[in-house]
């Protein structure tokens, strides 16, 4: 790393080697720290694996989207630490340990993009940029009082990137402001590609709002309350679980066919939890993944129609603040389940939502976010800055 001190663990302890960045562009002067699964030139790249680091030597180049930030002035300070294979939502390597969550040192930073969150909520960066599949720098956003943008899919280039689960993986983006992630979302993804309506359609998904407690749900309403919002639903038939599995089952095909054959080639060890997800997505058939696209293709359709050209939907991110670190397992389990049911929606649609942050719970932050119809990236980074900015 290149920074002189790193008191929440976020970078990996890599020997310092200067990037060359553009003097001059819209991020000169910005720090940017890289999550250790994009190539870097003159750096290893772990995936958060020790029998991948083992394996590895120092990159001949930089992944395009890392090196377009670079291009735009940004001064690399780093690589991140990242959830094993970025295969989980928390934050906690079993082998690299966990980076601090700055905002609530006592609760989990959130994963698997949790090394470039720490980094820029510490102050340690100015700019983060992670992968979110899942839900990994949604969760980690919201869990670590962030602005943070995973794109739609497909926007940002993954060349350079270790591949986890292909129809879902995005390149995403962390920052401390609006402003910020504004500038470094133009440099990632360049100008949007159809024209949209000057002012959002409101719109509350009250199946998705219907997920979140008392003090969650107060939060919501403190936030989104004075806007005129229709109401809509957005679950398919089978509500939440159905779209929750289909996401699941389709995310475990595609690792089925980019991670099992490394883990199957080099026989490494499978941590707790990893192991459970690699058991599930071995014994998943072609039938399997049929049923699931039969759930996803209909409900992306449905929720093009329900967004149109100018509709935003006003969604939780999660459904509750970040865990302490030292929760039990049944905490861990039931929190991800949960959460997914809410990630999914994004993911499964393969639509772009900007995360913000709403409020605290118990002392730690809670964001909320704005899902908007695909391709509106940087339009819906300037509604969000434009009407939540704190």
């Not at 680091?53 to 002035?73: I, K, R």
């Not at 389990?333 to 809410?342: G, I, T």
Request: aromatic content about 8%.
């Amino acid at each position: 790393m290149l920074i002189d001190a790193d008191p929440v663990r976020a970078f990996m302890p890599y020997p310092a080697v200067a990037v060359p960045s553009a003097e001059a562009g819209p991020l000169a002067g910005l720090r940017l720290a890289v999550k250790d699964l994009f190539a870097v030139a003159g750096y290893r790249t772990s995936w958060g694996c020790p029998t991948k680091l083992a394996m590895s030597e120092a990159e001949s180049g930089t992944a395009p989207a890392v090196q377009a930030l670079l291009d735009a002035g940004a001064n690399f300070v780093g690589k991140t630490h990242t959830d094993e294979l970025a295969w989980a939502l928390y934050g906690l390597n079993a082998h690299f340990g966990a980076p601090i969550n700055p905002a609530a040192p006592d609760r989990i930073p959130g994963g698997s993009s949790s090394g470039s969150a720490a980094a820029v909520a510490a102050g340690l960066a100015d700019i983060g940029i992670g992968t979110d599949t899942g839900g990994s720098v949604r969760a980690p956003a919201s869990f670590c009082g962030l602005w943070g943008i995973r794109p739609t899919h497909g926007r940002a280039s993954l060349a350079g990137c270790m591949e986890l689960a292909a129809s879902f993986d995005t390149a995403g983006l962390f920052a401390r402001d609006a402003g910020t992630l504004e500038r470094a979302a133009a440099v990632l993804l360049g100008p949007d590609v159809a024209d949209a309506p000057a002012e959002p359609r409101w719109l509350m998904p009250v199946d998705m709002v219907a997920r979140l407690g008392p003090e969650q749900r107060a939060i919501y309403d403190a936030s989104f309350g004075s806007l005129v919002a229709e109401p809509v639903s957005v679950y398919p038939d089978g509500g939440a679980e159905a779209l929750y599995d289909g996401f699941r089952v389709l995310q475990s095909c595609d690792a089925k066919r980019s991670i099992l054959p490394f883990i199957d080639a080099t026989g490494m060890p499978l941590a707790a939890g990893l192991d459970e997800r690699v058991a599930f997505a071995r014994g998943l058939t072609e039938a399997d993944e049929a049923a699931a696209n039969a759930v996803r293709e209909p409900f992306a359709a449905a929720m093009d129609a329900i967004l149109g050209a100018d509709g935003v939907l006003l969604a939780p991110v999660v459904h509750d603040a970040p865990f302490r670190r030292d929760a039990g397992r049944a905490v861990f389990d039931a929190f991800r389940h949960e959460a997914m049911k809410l990630l999914a929606v994004a993911g499964m649609a393969r639509l772009p939502q900007v995360v913000f942050p709403a409020g605290t719970l118990d002392g730690a932050p809670f964001g909320l976010s704005l899902i908007g119809p695909r391709g509106s990236d940087r339009r819906l980074l300037e509604i969000a800055g434009r009407f939540f900015r704190r």
